[in-house]
């Protein structure tokens, strides 16, 4: 299964991404930032 995670690049965001990176390393990750 493939996934994409979304995150608005918060520090919250990053710590997501960093524990996702780690049971899955290959997942694509989208930042996306609002004004």
């Known amino acids: 299964?493939?996934?994409v995670i979304a995150?608005?690049?918060t520090d919250d965001?990053?710590?997501f991404v960093r524990e996702?990176?780690?049971m899955q390393?290959?997942?694509p990750i989208i930042?996306?930032?609002m004004n």
């Open 31 to 33: 930042v996306y930032c």
């Open 1 to 3: 299964m493939q996934c």
């Open 20 to 22: 996702c990176r780690k």
């Open 7 to 9: 995150t608005n690049g």
């Open 13 to 15: 965001g990053e710590d």
């Open 25 to 27: 390393p290959s997942v």
